[in-house]
């Protein structure tokens, strides 16, 4: 099957972390470019971060900088996100995406391939 499938979301404190994960499989691991975004109620779908399968350039939104780390292992097609010191501000739905174009990365009307999301909410 060509899917993204994530998980690891929940309900954690103010100030504290969770790890996402992404496992990818079919053509959606036959792709360049993983991408985290997310989605707040109201707000419109936003870039978190990004890893090539091949290399390591990642990238990420200024908002979760020195927060979050993206990572993968490809032997198990899975990238991760590591969520630390979370905030307020970081509640939504995470989900993963991919692309064969390098040049979709950050782009949510681009990437190719979507998981269905996992579900991260911060209490105060």
């Known amino acids: 099957q060509d899917q993204l499938v994530e998980s690891g979301g929940g309900l954690v404190q103010a100030g504290g972390s969770l790890r996402l994960s992404c496992v990818a499989s079919?053509?959606?691991?036959?792709?360049?470019?993983m991408d985290w975004f997310r989605q707040a109620p109201g707000k419109e779908r936003e870039f978190v971060a990004s890893i090539p399968w091949i290399g390591a350039n990642s990238y990420y939104a200024e908002s979760v900088k020195g927060r979050f780390t993206i990572s993968k292992d490809n032997v198990k097609n899975t990238v991760y996100l590591q969520m630390n010191d979370l905030k307020p501000e970081d509640p939504a739905v995470y989900y993963c995406a991919a692309d064969r174009d390098y040049s979709d990365s950050r782009d949510a009307t681009a990437m190719e391939y979507w998981g269905k999301g996992t579900l991260v909410t911060v209490s105060s």
């Open positions: 079919g053509r959606a691991r036959r792709t360049y470019i």
